[in-house]
């Protein structure tokens, strides 16, 4: 889909990136099915929304008897489905999508959710989750950072080498009013392709702790937890369906 940032649209790019940085899916999908099981021991079942490549989901499988996967990006979908051929994932928006089942719980990580323009949408989006949770569900949502904690002129910047290729990334973020504008340039080199370039950009919504709780309520969890996941993450928030 065109209105989605370049990096979507270079699925293998992201995910060789991401292993590079030696992103933690195995242990940090572990430590969300503890968190479910905490809450619904008997759960089997769980959508990830904005599943992206399927790292996650691949561990997710390990700890449910049955996964889906849902995402915006036919990109990153197709690379999921190389690794979890088993798994159904499905083509969809986070704020309206449909799918033929209900589940014991619900996760978007990545601050996926931080894509959504306004309230009006959050809401929409965790309504969305709500319709396709069972009673006693989990939702588990890992949101962009809150106002309060939304640093500015921030820079960042990584290069990794992975199966024969080399990517460069530098992100500049600053804040522009309720949102994060997040810059991000990638130069990506293989020897048969040579040196290419493009520019990403991202805004990222600030949404208040306060705004994020009563999009849950409008999923008909009226109780969220926020749990603290380490100093460079914005923490999770985690809330059971009535």
Request: proline fraction near 4%; include cysteine; glycine fraction near 8%.
């Amino acid at each position: 889909m065109e209105d989605l940032s370049p990096i979507y649209r270079n699925a293998e790019i992201y995910d060789a990136l991401y292993e590079g940085r030696d992103r933690t899916y195995e242990a940090d999908s572990q430590r969300l099915v503890e968190y479910v099981k905490e809450r619904n021991p008997s759960a089997s079942s769980l959508l990830d929304v904005c599943c992206g490549t399927g790292r996650n989901l691949r561990s997710f499988a390990d700890g449910f008897e049955h996964v889906e996967g849902v995402d915006l990006s036919g990109d990153m979908l197709e690379v999921a489905r190389k690794r979890l051929p088993d798994v159904p994932l499905h083509q969809g928006d986070m704020k309206d999508f449909s799918l033929d089942r209900r589940f014991d719980a619900v996760t978007c990580l990545f601050s996926s959710i931080g894509y959504l323009e306004d309230p009006g949408q959050l809401n929409a989006a965790l309504r969305c989750f709500g319709r396709h949770l069972n009673p006693g569900g989990v939702i588990v949502v890992e949101p962009w950072w809150f106002p309060e904690n939304a640093l500015s002129g921030t820079v960042m910047g990584d290069v990794v080498k992975v199966d024969g290729r080399t990517i460069a990334r530098l992100s500049h973020t600053v804040v522009v009013g309720r949102a994060h504008r997040m810059s991000a340039q990638y130069l990506v080199a293989d020897a048969d392709s040579g040196i290419r370039h493009f520019t990403d950009l991202h805004m990222l919504s600030l949404f208040t702790r306060q705004e994020y709780e009563a999009a849950f309520a409008e999923a008909g969890v009226t109780s969220v937890d926020f749990i603290e996941t380490g100093r460079d993450r914005p923490g999770l928030l985690v809330g059971v369906k009535s």
